[in-house]
């Protein structure tokens, strides 16, 4: 099990969202950061090019054992027989996960002190964007910069999408689970229940974020469309809800989509439903955005999946990744079906995304990798 992996990979697992709550028994601000010093700076910089040190696309491929002599191609377990790029070979325990046009950034949350980093789609110079963060995790992509949470700090921070100095979105009233962003602003949610927003630029005032909904019982993963958030609640009635972006009327509540779904994890958005993972029944759900009708229940596209953690959709598939066998990237049609294995032996897959011509996933482990197939 890498339900310990699961802590830090929440928001990662769905597009522009992040990823999903930790298993009950994990308190997500329970996180022990160490003192980030010189030692730890040393450390990660042996495993990852740091600090805008550059490199060329050779060293990069050359950092992966089994790279071929065509490039950076490193496996061929794909059905069309497409190879795998590996973007990153060394990554310290790779957390959150997001994509741009050009790049994919992701968090290194090592035991002593993790950073933000980004690496161009298809490979090349790893660039650090941040470094001394206690414990990075969930990151998001926006117009604004580059935006991810700590869990030990309860901060949400930025930064230029080249890098830069960090800087405080906000700081929450716990540890923050999940973040996801539109044009304007972060949504977070928060290991004290509640679901709260600023503005991309941060509070002048420095002062506390809106507070859309509170008294929440778990909340991790969100991801958000042009009119309303949308949440899981781990524990409790293990729900995922959706709320107004403005927040909760007084005296209202969230919208329940799904009710009683045993630890529902990584969450995902398309026009008309909501998809996520259940780590308790292990499959991958769906249901209108709307909500399940009386006396209904969710769609299940895939079933008897182990942990399956990251979620990403497109037009025609939902992506995850599951433990199942020596661990994989699954592919299954919205409609449901029987799941193909994308990719195999990935045993710490964790945070999934897609776009229109890749995929890409992190390999949670203390020393992971980034890795990205053409779909």
């Known amino acids: 099990m890498k339900s310990a992996a699961l802590v830090s990979v929440l928001g990662a697992v769905a597009c522009s969202s992040s990823s999903g709550s930790p298993p009950p028994a994990t308190d997500a601000g329970a996180v022990d950061a160490s003192v980030h010093d010189a030692a730890s700076d040393a450390r990660l910089d042996a495993a990852l090019v740091t600090d805008h040190t550059s490199t060329d696309a050779a060293e990069v491929e050359a950092a992966s054992a089994d790279a071929s002599d065509d490039g950076p191609c490193t496996r061929a377990e794909v059905p069309d027989g497409s190879c795998v790029v590996n973007l990153v070979a060394q990554a310290l325990a790779p957390a959150g996960l997001a994509i741009d046009d050009a790049y994919v950034y992701f968090t290194s949350d090592p035991a002593d002190g993790g950073g933000v980093f980004r690496v161009p789609i298809g490979g090349g110079t790893i660039e650090t964007l941040a470094t001394g963060q206690p414990s990075p995790s969930a990151i998001a992509v926006g117009p604004g910069g580059v935006y991810w949470i700590d869990t030990a700090s309860d901060a949400v921070m930025r930064a230029s999408h080249d890098g830069g100095v960090p800087a405080i979105v906000f700081l929450a009233s716990s540890a923050p689970a999940g973040i996801a962003l539109d ?193």
Not at 280 to 297: H, Y
Not at 301 to 319: E, F, H, I, M
């Open 183 to 375: 044009g304007e602003r972060a949504y977070v949610t928060t290991a004290g229940g509640q679901v709260v927003s600023a503005p991309l630029g941060g509070l002048a005032d420095g002062g506390p974020p809106a507070v859309l909904v509170s008294d929440q019982a778990q909340p991790g993963s969100i991801a958000v469309d042009d009119a309303s958030v949308y949440f899981t609640n781990a524990a409790g009635a293990a729900s995922v809800l959706s709320i107004p972006k403005g927040g909760v009327p007084e005296g209202g509540t969230p919208l329940v989509i799904a009710a009683n779904e045993q630890q529902p994890y990584a969450i995902a958005l398309d026009a008309t439903r909501v998809y996520w993972t259940s780590l308790g029944t292990g499959s991958v759900r769906a249901a209108p955005k709307t909500g399940v009708a009386e006396g209904g229940s969710p769609t299940v596209l895939a079933s008897g999946q182990a942990t399956p953690a990251g979620l990403a959709v497109d037009s025609t598939s939902a992506y995850f990744t599951s433990e199942i066998g020596a661990g994989a990237v699954l592919v299954v049609a919205l409609d449901g079906g029987s799941p193909v294995t994308f990719v195999g032996s990935q045993p710490f897959a964790s945070a999934v995304l897609v776009d229109a011509k890749n995929v890409y996933w992190t390999d949670y482990a203390a020393i992971g990798s980034v890795e990205q197939v053409t779909r």
